[in-house]
């Protein structure tokens, strides 16, 4: 299937120069001349090698075809992440090499979808946004003049944001997955 080089996510497989790679990395660029494009970060799935490549708006790149299996996210014993699927129940390892920085963004429940290729997991499509607990932040002091530009947070993962100064241990937030930023304070 053709899609629009506008359209890749991270996670997604696509063909590219007759082999399989998986979007590690996205970034839109609007130069002052010229048209706009993705520059993109990619892994080939079988050799592990990295590439970074630059699509204009109107290239149109072939994504893999892969089945879909929707599963959730459990835990991780050590020695890799373990995936239930939610149909059949059966259960999934995938190690850090099969995740990379997604594995920040997984939170035990969390629903993603793992693509199989000849019946092998090769990524996985994380939820757009995800609601994570913030368990170590700076305190505000009262009076301190407000800027926007916020302050560091860790969350429960281990991942690090900025958050707005008005976030506080123990809230909860709403986090970009392919941006890896702060959306808003969820309840």
Same mark, same amino acid.
């Given at each position: 299937?053709?899609?629009? @080089? +506008? ?14 790679? *998986?979007?590690? $990395? ?9 048209? /706009?494009?993705?520059?993109?970060? !990619? ?11 630059? +699509? ?7 994504? /893999? ?5 929707? !599963?959730? +996210?459990?835990?991780? &014993?050590?020695? %890799?992440?373990?995936? !239930? ?10 190690? &850090?090499?099969?995740? %990379?920085?997604? /594995? ?14 000849? &019946? ?9 946004? =995800?609601? !994570?607990?913030?368990? &170590?932040?700076? @305190? ?5 003049? /407000? ?5 560091? @947070?860790?969350?429960?993962? %281990?991942?690090? =944001? ?7 241990? %123990?809230?909860?937030? $709403? ?9 808003? *304070?969820?309840?």
């Amino acid at each position: 299937m053709k899609i629009s @080089a +506008f359209e890749i996510r991270i996670g997604n497989l696509i063909e590219h120069q007759s082999k399989l790679w *998986r979007v590690l $990395k996205k970034n839109h660029v609007k130069p002052g001349k010229g048209g /706009a494009f993705v520059q993109v970060e !990619m892994k080939e799935i079988s050799q592990g090698t990295k590439l970074n490549e630059r +699509f204009r708006s109107d290239d149109k790149l072939e994504k /893999a075809h892969v089945e879909p299996r929707q !599963m959730q +996210f459990l835990y991780n &014993d050590g020695s %890799g992440f373990i995936f !239930m699927d939610t149909e059949t129940f059966d259960q999934t390892t995938l190690s &850090d090499e099969h995740l %990379g920085d997604q /594995a920040q963004y997984l939170m035990p429940n969390t629903e993603v979808q793992i693509n199989y290729h000849n &019946d092998n997991p090769i990524g996985v499509e994380l939820p757009l946004s =995800v609601i !994570m607990e913030v368990v &170590d932040t700076e @305190a505000v002091i009262k009076g301190q003049t /407000a800027s926007g530009s916020g302050k560091p @947070a860790k969350l429960d993962t %281990g991942l690090r =944001v900025t958050v707005p100064t008005f976030v506080n241990i %123990g809230d909860k937030v $709403k986090i970009n997955t392919e941006t890896g930023e702060y959306v808003e *304070r969820a309840s």
